[in-house]
């Protein structure tokens, strides 16, 4: 933890927060239309990169904590 009782700012949860939002409205826009926006497939590749991401993401930042 950061001095002061405050939190430094995580780069990694805040792409991982805003790519689940966007998987939830894509799932939300379907269930409203009836039909899928996006097929199950490009679905499924498009969670499995955008988790690939998230995940360098948070290993490029916590070099960068790790330095300051």
Known sequence: MASGGRHRFDAGAAVAGLFFLTAAGIFLAGAIAGDP????????AGTLIGL????IIRV???GLRRDL
Do not use: K, M, N, S
Not at 37 to 44: F, G, M, Q, R
């Open 52 to 55: 690939g991401v998230v995940g």
């Open 37 to 44: 926006v996006v097929p199950l497939d490009y679905l499924a």
């Open 60 to 62: 490029l930042t916590r």
